[in-house]
């Protein structure tokens, strides 16, 4: 497959899935994704991103689980591995605030996002999570920030989601016209 087509249908095929099946996800498996992640562009390379991970195999899973609300426990516990997203908030360099921190681990976790698709499985961002949680059972020191908490797993059946998620599971991809987002000359002014 030429690159062209390879990277369309990775972005095709990517998609935030909530029902997984029980296959179980390995620490190799984590180590690809997050290599992935690594290797993104981020302000001054300052790699800002620091990834908790944990497959459901490992002893402080529930730790990373009992991070999560209510409604994403519902349906991110069939995934096979868990991971919470956190951000160094100042430059290593100088200490001074790094504005693009949010931007950088976001940057990141599409690429892993975008490799998980070519191993089949998926990627679910979720910020329904509880970051001061997160700071107190892995120790986050202050300088760092939570960011958000990903479910990551292989698609399994709609079926098993509770009614209110399945819709949204099967539905069509939802986006806003591309031209309410891409301006030329001036603000909303269409390209
Ligand atoms: C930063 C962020 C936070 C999100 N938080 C949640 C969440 O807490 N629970 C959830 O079910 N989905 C969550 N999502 C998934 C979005 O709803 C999903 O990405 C969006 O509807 C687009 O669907 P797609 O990713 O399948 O293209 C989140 C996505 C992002 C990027």
Same mark, same amino acid.
Not at 150 to 155: C, R, T, V
């Given at each position: 497959?030429?690159?062209?087509?390879?990277?369309?249908?990775?972005?095709?095929?990517?998609?935030?899935?909530?029902?997984?099946?029980?296959? *179980?996800?390995? /620490?190799?498996?984590?180590?690809?994704?997050?290599?992935?992640?690594?290797?993104?562009?981020?302000?001054?390379?300052?790699?800002?991103?620091?990834?908790?991970?944990?497959?459901? +195999?490992?002893?402080?899973?529930? /730790?990373?689980?009992?991070?999560?609300?209510?409604?994403? +426990?519902?349906?991110?516990?069939?995934?096979?591995?868990?991971?919470?997203?956190?951000?160094?908030?100042?430059?290593?360099?100088?200490?001074?605030?790094?504005?693009?921190?949010?931007?950088?681990?976001?940057?990141?976790? *599409?690429?892993?996002?975008?490799?998980?698709?070519?191993?089949?499985?998926?990627?679910?961002?979720?910020?329904?999570?509880?970051?001061?949680?997160? /700071?107190?059972?892995?120790?986050?020191?202050?300088?760092?920030?939570?960011?958000?908490?990903?479910?990551?797993?292989?698609?399994?059946?709609?079926?098993?989601?509770?009614?209110?998620?399945?819709?949204?599971?099967?539905?069509? /991809?939802?986006?806003?016209?591309?031209?309410?987002?891409?301006?030329?000359?001036?603000?909303?002014?269409?390209?």
């Amino acid at each position: 497959m030429d690159k062209e087509t390879a990277i369309k249908s990775l972005i095709a095929e990517r998609k935030s899935y909530r029902a997984f099946t029980d296959q *179980s996800i390995t /620490r190799e498996q984590l180590g690809e994704l997050l290599y992935a992640a690594h290797m993104a562009a981020s302000c001054f390379n300052e790699q800002p991103w620091r990834f908790i991970c944990a497959t459901k +195999q490992d002893e402080h899973y529930p /730790r990373v689980f009992d991070c999560l609300n209510d409604w994403n +426990q519902q349906w991110a516990g069939a995934a096979g591995a868990l991971i919470i997203t956190v951000a160094a908030t100042r430059f290593a360099k100088n200490s001074k605030p790094n504005r693009f921190y949010m931007h950088d681990v976001g940057l990141a976790t *599409s690429q892993m996002s975008l490799r998980a698709v070519a191993m089949g499985l998926a990627v679910h961002p979720m910020a329904g999570f509880h970051s001061d949680k997160a /700071r107190q059972n892995f120790h986050i020191p202050d300088d760092f920030e939570p960011v958000t908490a990903l479910a990551i797993g292989y698609p399994g059946d709609p079926n098993n989601l509770p009614e209110d998620m399945r819709s949204s599971e099967t539905g069509p /991809r939802d986006r806003r016209p591309l031209s309410d987002v891409w301006f030329g000359g001036d603000w909303q002014q269409s390209y």
